[in-house]
């Protein structure tokens, strides 16, 4: 069954601690992207990554960190440094510019 | 201002028409883009449209494409209430081999019998 999974679905997090989201994909597709949603709004990136062991910086980068060791996973860490990290992330990939997502995680810091 | 530009909200009652604008500001751009997400899930691809295009019609969708005045729009024939969810318009240009999509910020479409 192809496609792009998200684990866990949600994620619960004290502050301080720094949490890593799980992103798995088997359609073999070069690019991989992570989005973070707010209520309202729309996706913004965070990072993303074209082939294995490069990646790049999106607009909202700070407090975020990831790595493409191989080329069906990409992993993001949300870390303490992040200020507000409650959100539904969402990652993607793609293979020539259709970009298709996962299901997301929400994570809820209390 | 932001880059692509949707109306926050759309009714309609069942059986109708529906149509989602979205203006966008990248003329550059390669891929056009129309997502739905439903509650709590991710984004599904409806369908999209490269820039050299005018239209696109698969099934019960048609996409428009006036890039002169960088709008988009999304039609849905005969709207059911399954079509229920957010709309999101997205963008993309190439750059050194990769496509970063662009996303507005959604429109919620309201289906009523």
């Known amino acids: ?110 | 201002g932001e880059d692509v530009e949707q109306s926050l909200f759309l009714s309609v009652r069942e059986g109708d028409s529906s149509v989602i604008n979205c203006t966008y500001t990248d003329s550059s751009s390669t891929y056009l883009y129309w997502y739905k997400q439903e509650p709590g899930a991710g984004l599904q691809l409806l369908t999209y449209i490269f820039s050299n295009m005018d239209m696109k019609q698969d099934q019960r969708l048609t996409v428009l494409l006036n890039k002169k005045d960088k709008h988009l729009s999304l039609r849905i024939a005969d709207t059911q209430t399954g079509d229920s969810a957010i709309y999101f318009c997205a963008e993309s240009i190439e750059t050194g081999g990769s496509y970063i999509p662009t996303f507005g910020r959604g429109t919620s479409l309201i289906v009523h019998p």
């Open chain 1, 1 to 110: 069954d192809g496609g792009i999974t998200q684990s866990p679905k949600y994620l619960f997090r004290k502050e301080g601690q720094n949490v890593t989201l799980s992103c798995e994909q088997n359609l073999n597709h070069d690019a991989m992207y992570w989005y973070r949603q707010d209520p309202g709004q729309g996706l913004r990136l965070i990072y993303y990554s074209q082939i294995v062991n490069d990646f790049q910086k999106g607009d909202i980068a700070e407090g975020y960190s990831v790595s493409r060791e191989k080329k069906e996973s990409f992993p993001l860490t949300v870390t303490s440094a992040q200020k507000n990290p409650t959100a539904f992330y969402l990652c993607a990939s793609s293979l020539t510019g259709l970009v298709f997502f996962g299901a997301g995680s929400r994570l809820t810091v209390l």
